[in-house]
C-alpha cells in the first residue's frame, strides 16, 4: 500500500519511527515531512498528506501531531478526506468499517508508540463494511461540494 505520512513538531519522533514500521512491513511510504523536530505548522504538513490522498498519490494518509486534534481538523478541509482522531485500535476499526476514514491522525505525546503501532496496523488492514454505511458516507462527501 502507498501511505503518506506526515507530522509537526510534536509528532516528529513518533512519525520518523512509524516510517520505518510501514517501510519495514512492505508499505510504500510517502514522507511529507518534516525533516527535523523545529517549531512547523501543522496545517501545512495536513494539507501535503490530505492532498495525497484525495489525488490517489496515497492510498491512505497518517498524520502526527501532539494530540492529532488540530490535524484531523485541517486534513478533513482538503475535498475527499475523511480523517479521524485515533487514540485506540478498536477506533481504528470503526472508523475504516464504518466511516471508510482514508486519513489517520496519532497523538505523538499521548499515546504511545506501540499503541500507535496497533491502531496503524487496524487502520491499514479493516476494510470498509458498505451497506448501511455506504449512504452515510456518500452524505459525508456531498458534503465537500456545498
Known amino acids: 500500500m502507498i501511505i503518506s505520512v506526515g507530522s509537526d513538531h510534536a509528532g516528529f519522533e513518533q512519525k520518523q519511527q512509524l516510517v520505518a ?3 519495514e512491513a512492505g508499505h510504500q511510504v510517502i514522507d511529507e515531512g518534516p525533516q527535523s523536530d523545529d517549531r512547523v505548522d501543522y496545517p501545512d504538513f495536513a494539507a501535503l498528506v490530505g492532498k495525497d490522498v484525495a489525488e490517489g498519490r496515497a492510498e491512505r494518509g497518517v498524520l502526527v501531531c501532539g494530540t492529532g486534534i488540530g490535524m484531523a481538523l485541517a486534513a478533513c478541509k482538503i475535498p475527499g478526506v475523511r480523517a ?3 487514540i485506540n485500535a478498536q477506533f481504528a476499526e470503526l472508523c475504516r468499517e464504518h ?3 482514508n486519513v489517520i491522525t496519532l497523538s505523538g505525546r499521548f499515546v504511545s508508540l506501540d499503541e500507535n503501532k496497533a491502531i ?3 487502520f491499514l488492514t479493516t476494510e470498509f463494511a458498505g451497506g448501511r454505511h455506504a449512504d452515510r458516507v456518500a452524505k459525508l462527501n456531498a458534503l465537500d461540494h456545498e
Do not use: S
Request: glycine residues 0%.
Open 21 to 23: 514500521y510501514l517501510e
Open 84 to 86: 479521524a482522531n485515533i
Open 99 to 101: 466511516n471508510d476514514a
Open 120 to 122: 496503524l496496523d487496524t
